[in-house]
């Protein structure tokens, strides 16, 4: 057999192959197009409210009805999460998420030559919908891959994209707006998101290998021989009794059918290194979506966390600048209050991924202090009465939430929820189960509204479901150590049942088989 080793080609499309998680490498060119994709997607559904009045006004529509544009547009995003996580698997990360820049920049256009509200529903909501989820999911995921003691601090930096799109993209739309209208302004933010096609192309997937120096097998020996070599292996290992090789002598363990993995003295090189060989031993196939996390307790505490904890992610800012309203408040300083938000919610994100990249830290931890700390913000807010106070509970909401918001997602990746293995199909399903909520938050609290005529009472049930949230999070940790600790007890009363007892003189009987079969050969 002939041993080569080949370079290759440093293409975008080719894996990195390492030994070791990099925690930088390609990995920092991912955090960039990972800024820009949160940027061209939650920035640009965040600002989407300043063609509000415009659509109302052109559609002749309620503010209601309008509103449906963002919600099924979100409803969408989160709903065809699974849909992304086995399209990333069969085609790889940079095909989906290059083919979501074309389905957001598709729905955009047309969306500014729609003629109803309901061509609005189709365009924004549905297909550039479906572009988000196949935009974003697939950016956040394979970003986890490339770090591992950054990944928290990374990922909460690369994230605040949507934070500051919200401040430059909201003015530069409403200026645009005054020149051009909001038809060729939408259509110029539809040509501006195609720019995610390039942000996809430089998702160069990654592969973890362990250093082995890999030996070409002699070739094929007669069986005779097969066992005069067995046996020099035995004579030979018994010499170092901390070896722990197994001395046996049945045929099944024969050099020719065990797979040997030796030892060298000789440094390891960051090689590839590919043996010709005629027969190629089959790769294991890779499952689009993997289910079996559905079985996890932890990752189901975590997936319900989700689920209660969205419940007050969105209704704070939509409701924000009615309550002021409500309280007297100018619409220019209500506006201040929800800049002021954003703001706090970018420090919030790098302070949570600062902290959550010290070590040793429990992180699960870590989200549970600032859920209850966001449970107490959104409490707050019913309790403001004049501008400065609202000012305050919006500062105090942002930080707490860009601390969740941030880093919930990458939190999968650890060892307490499901592990990086698992990542990419615990996100699709986490984000599935986060949909029912997204799509039944803020309609939820409208009602609340409508039915108490007080718009302090949406704020409570934002708050109510982030405690019960906090709740399930609490239970993820004692779930992971439960399983852990039961899974370990099965395998060693398995171990224990399998192992049978062997008598005391068990390695002098097969050293004595061992040298009658090697006088038997060297009669031969």
């Known amino acids: 057999q002939k041993m080569t080793v080949k370079a290759v080609k440093m293409l975008c499309t080719t894996p990195n192959v390492y030994t070791?998680?990099?925690?930088?490498?390609?990995?920092?060119?991912?955090?960039?197009?990972?800024?820009?994709?949160?940027?061209?997607?939650?920035?640009?559904?965040?600002?989407?409210?300043?063609?509000?009045?415009?659509?109302?006004?052109?559609?002749?529509?309620?503010?209601?009805?309008?509103?449906?544009?963002?919600?099924?547009?979100?409803?969408?995003?989160?709903?065809?999460?699974?849909?992304?996580?086995?399209?990333?698997?069969?085609?790889?990360?940079?095909?989906?998420?290059?083919?979501?820049?074309?389905?957001?920049?598709?729905g955009m256009v047309t969306a500014s030559f729609a003629r109803t509200v309901v061509d609005m529903y189709v365009t924004i909501g549905v297909i550039s919908g479906l572009g988000y989820c196949l935009s974003f999911l697939p950016t956040v995921t394979i970003l986890s891959q490339y770090f591992d003691k950054r990944r928290s601090l990374v990922t909460a930096v690369a994230s605040t994209g949507e934070c500051f799109a919200v401040f430059s993209f909201a003015p530069a739309i409403t200026a645009l707006k005054e020149q051009i209208g909001w038809r060729y302004s939408l259509l110029s933010v539809g040509v501006l998101q195609l720019s995610i096609v390039i942000c996809g192309s430089l998702l160069r997937p990654i592969i973890i290998k362990e250093q082995e120096e890999v030996k070409a097998q002699p070739p094929e020996e007669p069986t005779e021989t097969k066992y005069m070599l067995e046996n020099e292996q035995t004579r030979t290992s018994i010499e170092s009794i901390d070896s722990g090789v197994e001395i046996t002598t049945s045929p099944s363990n024969v050099p020719g059918n065990t797979k040997a993995e030796p030892k060298s003295e000789e440094p390891k090189e960051h090689v590839q290194i590919l043996v010709e060989n005629n027969s190629t031993p089959p790769e294991p196939k890779t499952k689009l979506l993997d289910f079996s996390v559905m079985r996890d307790y932890s990752f189901i505490c975590y997936a319900f966390f989700g689920l209660f904890a969205t419940l007050g992610f969105f209704a704070p800012s939509l409701y924000i600048i009615p309550l002021s309203l409500s309280l007297g408040i100018g619409k220019d300083h209500s506006a201040y209050i929800l800049s002021a938000m954003a703001i706090a919610e970018v420090f919030g994100r790098i302070s949570a991924g600062w902290v959550l990249n010290k070590k040793p830290i429990r992180k699960i931890y870590i989200e549970l202090i600032c859920v209850v700390l966001l449970s107490v913000a959104l409490f707050a807010f019913p309790f403001a009465s004049e501008f400065w106070g609202l000012m305050t509970c919006s500062i105090f909401f942002g930080f707490m939430l860009g601390t969740v918001a941030g880093t919930h997602i990458p939190l999968l990746a650890e060892d307490d929820v499901v592990g990086i293995a698992k990542m990419s199909s615990a996100a699709g399903v986490y984000v599935f189960i986060q949909s029912l909520a997204g799509l039944a938050g803020p309609p939820l609290a409208g009602v609340l509204v409508d039915t108490t005529q007080n718009y302090s009472s949406a704020f409570y049930s934002c708050a109510a479901g982030m405690v019960l949230g906090a709740v399930f999070l609490s239970l993820v940790r004692p779930c992971k150590a439960g399983l852990c600790h039961r899974q370990q007890q099965c395998a060693e009363e398995s171990a224990a049942e399998v192992v049978p007892d062997l008598p005391d003189d068990f390695i002098e009987m097969d050293i004595g088989k061992a040298e009658n079969s090697g006088k038997g050969c060297d009669g031969t």
């Open 20 to 106: 070791k998680v990099p925690d930088g490498g390609w990995g920092w060119t991912i955090a960039f197009a990972f800024f820009f994709v949160e940027a061209l997607t939650y920035g640009i559904i965040k600002s989407f409210g300043v063609f509000f009045n415009d659509l109302m006004e052109s559609f002749d529509e309620t503010n209601s009805r309008i509103s449906w544009i963002i919600s099924i547009c979100v409803f969408v995003q989160t709903f065809t999460a699974p849909l992304s996580t086995v399209l990333s698997n069969r085609f790889g990360h940079h095909f989906v998420v290059m083919a979501g820049g074309v389905l957001i920049s598709t």
